[in-house]
């Protein structure tokens, strides 16, 4: 069973994917509540799949269905929610809750970072590399921390 906080967490994000369905965010909301759930590995298509049914209900639901569709979307999404984190070790539960609270509240004040394809966006560490004459480049928005740099031999200039 998982602390009360940690149920709260499942819940908010649970609404948000009711609450993001159908609107522009949908697409990259979903593929990050699908990496999420994959726990940082490739999205599995049965999230993803999941996800597209739950858009489409709630997309076709009407009137008072669709206060009943996003109540039940919602507590299924929560449910799947607390399922991963009761499958995480103690001390893994705490920064899974934190990244899925991080990916809701960001949806949430429509702060969420897109990129255009092809693009990185991450939360977590990069470590970009050039080697043999070849470039780099890329753009930050955070802290930036260099390490000591390939010095050329006498030859290479």
Same mark, same amino acid.
């Given at each position: 069973?998982?602390?009360?906080?940690?149920?709260?967490?499942?819940?908010?994000?649970?609404?948000?994917?009711?609450?993001?369905?159908?609107?522009?965010?949908?697409?990259?909301?979903?593929?990050?509540?699908?990496?999420?759930?994959?726990?940082?590995?490739?999205?599995?298509?049965?999230?993803?799949?999941?996800?597209?049914?739950?858009?489409?209900?709630?997309?076709?639901?009407?009137?008072?269905?669709?206060?009943?569709?996003?109540?039940?979307?919602?507590? #299924?999404?929560?449910?799947?929610?607390?399922?991963?984190?009761?499958?995480?070790?103690?001390?893994?539960?705490?920064?899974?809750?934190?990244?899925?609270?991080?990916? #809701?509240?960001?949806?949430?004040?429509?702060?969420?970072?897109?990129?255009?394809?092809?693009?990185?966006?991450?939360?977590?560490?990069?470590?970009?590399? &050039?080697?043999?004459?070849?470039?780099?480049?890329? #753009? &930050?928005?955070?802290?930036?921390?260099?390490?000591?740099?390939?010095?050329?031999?006498?030859?290479?200039?």
């Amino acid at each position: 069973m998982l602390p009360e906080a940690l149920n709260s967490i499942a819940a908010e994000a649970g609404v948000a994917v009711v609450e993001t369905a159908g609107t522009t965010h949908w697409t990259l909301f979903g593929e990050q509540v699908a990496c999420w759930l994959a726990r940082g590995g490739q999205a599995e298509p049965a999230d993803l799949a999941r996800l597209a049914e739950t858009e489409a209900a709630l997309r076709s639901a009407v009137d008072t269905s669709s206060r009943v569709a996003a109540a039940r979307h919602a507590m #299924v999404w929560q449910g799947r929610f607390t399922a991963v984190l009761e499958q995480l070790s103690t001390d893994q539960r705490r920064p899974a809750a934190a990244q899925l609270q991080r990916l #809701v509240r960001d949806h949430a004040t429509g702060a969420a970072p897109t990129s255009a394809a092809p693009g990185v966006i991450t939360g977590e560490n990069v470590r970009l590399q &050039a080697d043999r004459g070849s470039l780099v480049v890329g #753009v &930050a928005n955070g802290d930036v921390r260099f390490t000591s740099p390939f010095r050329p031999g006498p030859a290479q200039g």
